[in-house]
């Protein structure tokens, strides 16, 4: 199974790297995502916010495999406990399909994306920082990993 983390985002600042490098390198080999940046889309005083949406979705869209199972970071998504993300890592490991979860632009995800998309996970009903979202995410695998393992840092 190879895990990727498509995000729209590039330069993201220093503590945000630390603290994603950091989780990173404490999942095994097999678990710890393939992060993929790709640039936003132009925003700015004239530009068409839908337009920036769309060239985005089209980028993320490249960059999934055909036979990928596709999770959307989504506001509107279901929210999962950690228990419950441990536990879809284990069915999706069954399955050995590819996994590849996707972090919207500062406007989110374009409809084609969505319609992609295998599942829509919600991280919280808070608005997250879209770089914060990389650091949660991250975080949030490692925990579940931890638990299938039984190792003490989910307590």
């Known amino acids: 199974m190879k895990v990727q983390l498509i995000a729209v985002g590039t330069k993201m600042p220093d ?31 004239n530009a068409s916010v839908s337009t920036a949406i769309e060239t985005e979705g089209k980028e993320i869209l490249n960059a999934i495999a055909s036979n990928d199972f596709v999770v959307a970071l ?28 996707i972090i919207g632009g500062p406007d989110g995800l374009s409809a084609s994306v969505l319609a992609r998309a295998n599942a829509k996970w919600s991280m919280s009903n808070l608005t997250l920082p879209h770089p914060l979202v990389r650091v949660v995410f ?8 931890t638990i299938l393992n039984n190792h003490p840092y989910h307590k």
Do not use: S
């Open 15 to 45: 503590w945000i790297q630390k603290g994603y490098g950091e989780y990173c390198k404490r999942l095994p080999k097999e678990l710890a995502p393939k992060l993929i940046e790709l640039a936003p889309g132009h925003r700015g005083k």
């Open 138 to 145: 991250i975080e949030q695998l490692y925990r579940a990993w």
């Open 74 to 101: 989504e506001v509107l998504g279901k929210p999962w406990a950690t228990e419950q993300l441990a536990g879809h890592l284990t069915d999706w490991r069954m399955e050995g399909q590819n996994l590849c979860f």
